[in-house]
Every structure is written in structure tokens, then in C-alpha cells.
């Protein structure tokens, strides 16, 4: 017996639209999300040591940063859970077969991730109310808590991904659950999440430092400040960007499918992109000390991340779609498209991301002040 005769029988209802609608949906949701998971997961860990260096002084700029990503936090976490939602239930659609059997191979460690997003959840308005938001200094063990279990968090995605797009080693993981973590990709893939969260919020963090130094009516030494946290974020991207280009080579060398995926054509075309945007992205950062004086580029650099997860969103369902071919050739789904259903899903989802833009921009033109900003 091998991983494959483990695959149970495909549900016989049809799905309801075409494979290729799903597929699409399902980059496009995953982008959503992975711009919210990343900046809370690496905002969380940009908070909690920025806070361990500074040792919750008040009058350090590091602890200003941390308090400003935990009101980033505020929306991240929600928008991160609540946009998760999606691409969970089109992977469900596409991949029954795969995705629930590895959900049930580590199933209490499945489940368990709910207990962690709660109590993670919970330190980060700990955090928010008892320390240096609310209070101006302090509350450095519940950001390191919560920066901690999101973490865990993003470990127990990248196992059941790996295990769900690797039926042949479910034998072995049935045996020994945790063998997971062995795997040759596990930890290359991890860190890419990481390192590309991470990435982003430091660049946010830069691009809001730069913007409000420039543009907010400050006295001499709050802008000294916001020129303080744009440069310590602006080191941050930079080590982030520099680290995921290397392990992004090294993924790519380590993955199984690395030939296949270069050599097709559709594969090959987004993940060459990808690397060109990446090492733009280290040639843009490199290149300037101070991004307050160079307030173009540090929006570039925010923009072309954006662009750069886009990207390899697409070659990110491509590895999976090489890992599972040999289960995909096997199966003929069928559809009965259910046309009005998905005309309510895309009205609903142009009218919630048009909502989250408009309150992305009302906190960035009127931000809260003073314990409303708490």
C-alpha cells in the first residue's frame, strides 16, 4: 500500500462552476489574504522586538513602532482571519481528496490552531491595552506571546499544506505525525512565509514613517523620530528581502517539481517575474540611508512587494497544482455552475474590498488620537 490508496472516493456533487473559475478564485482570495496574514504575522514579530530592544522605554523610537504596529494589528488580525475564509473553502472545493485527509492525519494539532489564534489574539490586545499603545511603555510580554503563537500559526499552515499536496507520505505521517517537520522543504518554506511577512510590514512601516514625516505638522523632534523608525524599518526590509532571496534559490533548488516547473512555459513566465521584482526590490533598497529623503522610493518599494506577492501567489498554486498531478490526472470533476450564486459572491466581494479600502483610507487621512487610537 502506498499514500495513494489512501486518497478516499472523490464526493460524487458536482461542483458548482468550472475547475478553471475556482482556480482563479483561489489565487486571487489567497492574495487578500496573504496581505493581511503578512502583516500581522510580521508586524507582531516587528513589534515584539522592536519592544525586547528598547525594554518598553517610552521615550524609544522602537517602542513607538511597536505600539504603531499593534494599531496596524488592530484591523490585520480581523481582516486576516475573516479573508482566510475563502481561499479555505475554494481549496476544499478543488482539492476534497487531499485537503481533508491531511487536515485529519494532525488533527488535534488542526484544531488546536484555533486555540492558538485565540489566545494570540487575546495577548495582542493585552498588549494593546496594558502596554505601550495604552500606556506608553510596557506590556512587552504580551506582544512576545502573541508575536510566539502566530508564529506556531504560520508552522501548522505549512504542514498541512505540505502534507496535503504529498499524498505519498501519508503512510509515514500516519505513524509518526510530526515527521512533517523533517521534510526538505519544510523549513525553506517556512521561512519564505516569514521572511516575506516580515518584508512587508517593515515596508509599510517605513512608507507610514516617510509619509508622516513629510507631510504631518510635527515639531523638530517627533519628526527626528518618524526618521528614526523609517530607517530602523528600511534596515528591516532590507535584511527580509536580501534573506528570501536566498532562500528563494534555495526553495527552488530543494523543491521536487523545480523542473517541471521551469520548464513549462505558464509556470516559468510568473516565477521568472517574481525573481526580477525581487532583486529590484534589493537593488531599490539598498541603495538609499534614508528613506524620508527619498519618499518615491520607499513608496515604490511597498508597491513592488505588493506586486511581488501577486505574483508568486500564482507560482505558489502552480508548485501545488505539479505537486498533485499525479492525483489530478485521476480525477474528472464535474460541474453544474450555479452562475447566480457567483454573481452574489463577486458583488459581495467588490462591495467588502471597495469597504476595506475606504477604511484603510480614513485611518490613514484621520487617524485617532490620544485613547481612541487605542
Known amino acids: 500500500m502506498n499514500g495513494f490508496d489512501l486518497l478516499p472516493s472523490l464526493d460524487p456533487t458536482p461542483i458548482p462552476g468550472p475547475a478553471w473559475l475556482f482556480h482563479g478564485l483561489l489565487v486571487l482570495t489567497f492574495f487578500l489574504h496573504l496581505l493581511f496574514m503578512n502583516l500581522t504575522l510580521g508586524g507582531t514579530l516587528m513589534a515584539a522586538v522592536a519592544q525586547l530592544t528598547a525594554r518598553g522605554r517610552a521615550d524609544d523610537y522602537r517602542t513607538t513602532l511597536a505600539a504603531r504596529m499593534s494599531g496596524i494589528n488592530s484591523y490585520g488580525i480581523a481582516f486576516t482571519i475573516t479573508t482566510g475564509i475563502a481561499p479555505l473553502l475554494f481549496v476544499q472545493v478543488l482539492y476534497q481528496q487531499t485537503f481533508y485527509p491531511a487536515t485529519m492525519l494532525i488533527g488535534s494539532v488542526w484544531l488546536g490552531l484555533l486555540a492558538v489564534l485565540g489566545f494570540g489574539y487575546y495577548a495582542a490586545y493585552l498588549y494593546k491595552f496594558r502596554g505601550a499603545p495604552t500606556k506608553g511603555a510596557g506590556g512587552t510580554v504580551w506582544i512576545v506571546v502573541a508575536a510566539v503563537l502566530f508564529f506556531v500559526i504560520?508552522?501548522?499552515?505549512?504542514?498541512?499544506?505540505?502534507?496535503?499536496?504529498?499524498?505519498?507520505?501519508?503512510?509515514?505521517?500516519?505513524?509518526?505525525?510530526?515527521?512533517?517537520?523533517?521534510?526538505?522543504?519544510?523549513?525553506?518554506?517556512?521561512?519564505?512565509?516569514?521572511?516575506?511577512?516580515?518584508?512587508?510590514?517593515?515596508?509599510?512601516?517605513?512608507?507610514?514613517?516617510?509619509?508622516?514625516?513629510?507631510?504631518?505638522?510635527?515639531?523638530?523632534?517627533?519628526?527626528e523620530r518618524e526618521e528614526d523608525i523609517a530607517r530602523y524599518a528600511w534596515r528591516w526590509a532590507l535584511a527580509a528581502i536580501f534573506l528570501e532571496v536566498f532562500d528563494g534559490f534555495l526553495f527552488l533548488v530543494m523543491v521536487p517539481v523545480n523542473a517541471a516547473l521551469m520548464q513549462n512555459l505558464w509556470a516559468a513566465i510568473p516565477l521568472t517575474v517574481a525573481i526580477l521584482l525581487a532583486l529590484g526590490l534589493l537593488m531599490m533598497?539598498?541603495?538609499?540611508?534614508?528613506?524620508?529623503?527619498?519618499?518615491?522610493?520607499?513608496?515604490?518599494?511597498?508597491?513592488?512587494?505588493?506586486?511581488?506577492?501577486?505574483?508568486?501567489?500564482?507560482?505558489?498554486?502552480?508548485?501545488?497544482?505539479?505537486?498533485?498531478?499525479?492525483?489530478?490526472?485521476?480525477?474528472?470533476?464535474?460541474?453544474?455552475?450555479?452562475?447566480?450564486?457567483?454573481?452574489?459572491f463577486a458583488v459581495l466581494l467588490v462591495v467588502a474590498l471597495a469597504t476595506v479600502g475606504w477604511m484603510v483610507r480614513a485611518v490613514l487621512t484621520h487617524p485617532a488620537t490620544g485613547d481612541d487610537a487605542a
Open 285 to 344: 533598497l539598498a541603495q538609499v540611508r534614508n528613506p524620508v529623503e527619498k519618499p518615491g522610493i520607499a513608496t515604490g518599494v511597498l508597491a513592488t512587494i505588493v506586486l511581488l506577492l501577486a505574483v508568486m501567489s500564482i507560482t505558489r498554486h502552480q508548485v501545488r497544482l505539479l505537486y498533485l498531478e499525479p492525483v489530478t490526472s485521476r480525477i474528472d470533476q464535474v460541474a453544474a455552475p450555479q452562475w447566480g450564486n457567483f454573481a452574489l
Open 154 to 223: 504560520a508552522m501548522i499552515q505549512v504542514a498541512v499544506n505540505l502534507i496535503h499536496a504529498q499524498p505519498d507520505t501519508w503512510l509515514a505521517i500516519a505513524d509518526h505525525p510530526w515527521s512533517v517537520l523533517g521534510d526538505r522543504t519544510y523549513t525553506v518554506r517556512l521561512l519564505h512565509f516569514v521572511l516575506g511577512a516580515v518584508g512587508l510590514s517593515a515596508a509599510l512601516t517605513a512608507w507610514w514613517a516617510v509619509r508622516r514625516a513629510r507631510t504631518a505638522d510635527l515639531g523638530e523632534a517627533e519628526r
